[in-house]
């Protein structure tokens, strides 16, 4: 192997990771790489972190890029977890590193050097190996060698994470034992049910390997029907965004409207009121500042015009190798330091430094600039709305906790309460609060579907992101089959 010089700013926080290999199976091309220490974290990392790609398609060459973390408590029958950031198109090294991962940025100004990592001591892998999975194809480290690779849609995007699923087990048997959970949050809990029909079709078709598939998560998640939207005006009513007129306007004019398209000119002309005041909040957490950047991968919510300029400038000073500087090609705006997404900026420049990319193995020429949400890749969104899937699954015998931050103006609690109810299975444990240090942190139900639903009290729509104490005990005892 040639390694290549690496700008002298990484040298001090790069080492190699042990092993590389290369596995060629009769369906599908694997290849995997343990990593024992990463760019901005000091010495040997505790936890064990694998990095890899699965090819999802031969024909196109698409690969899909993962980090895999092992359960750092161990066991046959720790829970395995498959999760997958929203967007579309956002890397799950938002989920990762932002949300339920073992390490998190040090929030400090951006300076040139390789931004610090800090252990989280809520990461959900202290209980759970989780995979995490860049996809669709062309978010993250996932990449295509024909352009066809990157045209792939809701439902094709389910397949191959089934197929993925296949190929990664087959090459790591050891835990095919351990209760299988899929999840995800925001735009990606659209898919998660339909990938675990799709696995629960495989088993029952004696599908080889047998994934053991229990359940799902979901957080703050898309189902693609209306009631996501428009539930938001029910919701900045409730916490004051709207008045009580304008409120009153809304219900009176748009009965029956699509929120997001709405045909009726006095229906528009009210939600158009409604948008213009939600923009006042940060919608994906409304008691936090509105101070630029990007919001939380919500669902088409990423946009800042913003110009560059601050980010650019600081790298045209930066003494970094060439290699990193020419992947830098559009730094997101640079939102003050004390801005909750400050974090994500930071994620840009740890991602793209030419030394995180030796450690995490990404492979050269194909992905060039690593970017939080790749907006340039088409998608189909063939699925009209998840929530049939939610309601087979669960009639299926499969576990599901969908929970929700109540303080998102995104995906709002009012909605998904709605459409889990709206399945109609009957009430086994009735709406109560639950407790974290003898202080209510949200409130639940759980239905005869085995389905649970929680509040997250104060969390925003990234849920663990804002509240990582609260969403840890909250996993950790769903996962465990114990009560919230
Ligand atoms: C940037 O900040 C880091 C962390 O505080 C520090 O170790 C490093 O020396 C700084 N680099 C430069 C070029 O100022
Ligand atoms: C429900 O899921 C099962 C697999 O668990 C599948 O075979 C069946 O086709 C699904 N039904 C519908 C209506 O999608
Ligand atoms: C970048 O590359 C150019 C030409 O290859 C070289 O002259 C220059 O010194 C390099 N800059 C740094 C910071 O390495
Ligand atoms: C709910 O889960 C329990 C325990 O895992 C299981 O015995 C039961 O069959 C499930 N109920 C349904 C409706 O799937």
Known sequence: ????LLPP????????????????????????????????????????????????????????????VESEAGGEDAPFLLWLTGGDHC????????????????IEPYN??????????????KLANILFVDTPVGAGFSFSRQPQGYNVG??????????????????????????LYIGGDSYAAKIVPLIAQKISEGIDAGRSPLL??????????????????????????????????????????CHGEDYRNPTNVLCAQALDKFNILLSEVRSGQILLDNCGGFTSTGPGREMDDESAAAGRKILSEDKDGNETEKRLKNPPPSPTVDCQTYGAYLAYFW????????ALGIKDGTVDEWVRCNRGVPYTRDITSSIKYHRNVTANGYRALVYSGDH???????????????LGFPIVDDWRAWHLNGQSTGFTIMYSNNMTFATVKGAGHTAPEFEPERCFAMFSRWILNQQL
Request: with cysteine; glycine share 8%; proline share 5%.
């Open 351 to 358: 991602a793209n430094a030419e030394c995180t990319r030796d």
């Open 1 to 4: 192997m040639i390694r290549r």
């Open 112 to 125: 040139g050097t390789v931004p610090r990592l800090k252990i989280n001591p809520y990461s959900w892998t």
């Open 9 to 68: 700013l990484c040298f001090f926080f790069f080492s190699f990771g042990l092993t590389t290999r290369q596995l060629t199976l009769a369906a599908a091309a694997s290849s995997s790489k343990v990593v024992t220490s990463l760019p901005g974290f000091d010495g040997l990392l505790p936890f064990h972190l694998e990095t890899g790609y699965v090819e999802v398609d031969e024909v196109n060459g698409a690969e899909l890029f993962y980090y895999f």
């Open 154 to 179: 809701e439902v094709s995007t389910s397949l191959q994470l089934h197929e993925f699923l296949i190929t990664w087990f087959t090459d790591h048997p050891k835990f095919l034992a351990n209760p």
């Open 408 to 422: 998102d103006a995104i995906v709002p609690h009012l909605g998904t309460q709605a459409w889990v109810r709206s």
């Open 91 to 106: 890397s799950v090294l938002n989920g990762l590193a932002l949300e339920i991962g073992p390490f998190r940025f040090v």
């Open 212 to 253: 053991n598939l229990k359940g799902y998560v979901v957080g703050n998640p898309s189902t693609g029907d209306v009631i996501d939207y428009s539930s938001g005006v029910q919701y900045a009513h409730g916490v004051g965004i709207i008045s009580h007129q304008l409120y009153e306007t809304i219900i009176r004019h």
